[in-house]
């Protein structure tokens, strides 16, 4: 369960997810049916101008790029469509750096200030010549899209120590993940056995295994012993065997509304018009609550309200977000600087 404080930062939600995350949310995730491309006719002008304007313009301004924010409309859309990830910024920016020659590290952006941060395995270049190269042509796609408050921070990548022994360690742990897959749909629990249930802490002797079980199923004794029989049987350098209930269906519940939240808090992120200053979510009792914090000091106009609510509920009318909300109850809030919520949305 995340923090019951709403206004707690949850940084994590706006990097790349690790790889457990990445499978859990792919086993999630169905075909879905192609979401409807949005009416050129409506916005196509509105497009056209503001592309005209940068392109005329011998130098991006702070008043030009507050400008573009306000004129693009809210687009919402899922991580996820088709089973395949949608470009999103941090995708974006990263073809964008490779495109000019470089390697990327990492991108990955923080919240208040909204940071976007660009990590850099040089080589021979300078940080120094990345940055001439690479600041003004980060700084026009981030303009061209609206997004005019934020950091950017371009750095080199540190480098990755290598462990003796570490190769083996992350063989060990496949093979681990492979008895406790083979375990579990053994005893008819294929669909829990896709998700992430084995994790691995420690080193060498002192290695312990960590099971997660969901406290659904009835025969969790017998199937630690028999991981145990296994993980001994081919004898892997295993201390111990430590296992942890939980609810799957809180669990999956909770991974589906850390995209949905991450999906409207990304959509408006970085655009001074909304003032976003930091996202948390909870899932209690089977409702889902989101909280957006701002760092407005009053509402929005009510059209900007308007806006933002119709975003939302676009977003939420779409066959992949239909896919993660299924009969979930939920709750959405934007909140003041103070806390008070100025925009509510539930089902």
């Known amino acids: 369960m995340k923090s019951t404080d709403p206004f707690k930062e949850l940084e994590e939600q706006l990097k790349v997810r690790d790889r457990?995350?990445?499978?859990?949310?792919?086993?999630?995730?169905?075909?879905?049916?192609?979401r409807k491309k949005s009416s050129f006719k409506k916005y196509g002008w509105i497009a056209a101008a503001c592309m005209l304007f940068l392109v005329i313009s011998?130098?991006?301004?702070?008043?030009?790029?507050?400008?573009?924010?306000?004129?693009?409309?809210?687009?919402?859309?899922p991580q996820i469509s088709d089973g395949e990830p949608n470009p999103n910024l941090t995708s974006d920016l990263f073809k964008l750096v490779e495109k000019e020659g470089y390697r990327v590290g990492s991108v990955g952006t923080t919240p208040s200030p909204f940071t976007?941060?660009?990590?850099?395995?040089?080589?021979?270049?300078?940080l120094k010549q990345a940055k001439e190269d690479l600041e003004a042509k980060?700084?026009?796609?981030?303009?061209?899209?609206?997004?005019?408050?934020?950091?950017?921070?371009?750095?080199?990548?540190?480098e990755i120590p290598t462990h003796e022994g570490s190769d083996g360690l992350n063989k060990e742990y496949d093979q681990v993940r492979e008895i406790v897959k083979e375990i579990f749909a053994s005893y008819g629990y294929?669909?829990?056995?896709?998700?992430e249930l084995a994790g691995m802490k420690g080193t060498g002797a002192s290695a312990i295994v960590t099971i997660d079980m969901p406290d659904h199923i009835d025969e969790s004794?017998?199937?630690i012993a028999d991981i145990e029989k296994e993980i001994e049987r081919q004898d892997l350098d295993v201390k111990?065997?430590?296992?942890?209930?939980?609810?799957?269906?809180?669990?999956?519940?909770?991974?589906?509304?850390?995209?949905?939240?991450?999906?409207?808090?990304?959509?408006?992120?970085?655009?001074?018009?909304?003032?976003l200053a930091g996202l948390s979510y909870q899932v209690k009792d089977g409702h889902s609550y989101v909280w957006i914090k701002t760092d407005l000091d009053k509402p929005l106009p009510q059209e900007q309200i308007a806006e933002i609510k119709k975003a939302i509920q676009d977003y939420m009318a779409l066959p992949e977000t239909k896919e993660q909300i299924r009969d979930?109850?939920?709750?959405?809030?934007?909140?003041?600087?103070?806390?008070?919520?100025?925009?509510?949305i539930t089902n």
């Open 221 to 223: 004794k017998e199937i």
């Open 190 to 195: 294929a669909e829990e056995a896709e998700y």
């Open 328 to 344: 979930d109850e939920y709750t959405i809030e934007f909140l003041l600087k103070n806390g008070k919520s100025f925009v509510e």
């Open 58 to 77: 011998p130098f991006y301004s702070t008043t030009m790029a507050s400008i573009v924010a306000k004129v693009l409309p809210i687009t919402i859309t």
């Open 20 to 34: 457990s995350k990445e499978q859990l949310r792919s086993k999630m995730m169905q075909s879905t049916n192609e």
């Open 116 to 126: 976007i941060e660009v990590s850099l395995v040089l080589g021979d270049s300078t």
């Open 138 to 158: 980060i700084t026009s796609y981030l303009y061209e899209n609206g997004y005019d408050d934020y950091e950017l921070k371009i750095s080199e990548a540190p």
């Open 240 to 275: 111990e065997v430590e296992v942890n209930t939980f609810n799957l269906q809180h669990r999956l519940q909770d991974n589906r509304w850390s995209m949905i939240s991450s999906d409207i808090y990304d959509a408006m992120v970085g655009k001074s018009t909304y003032k």
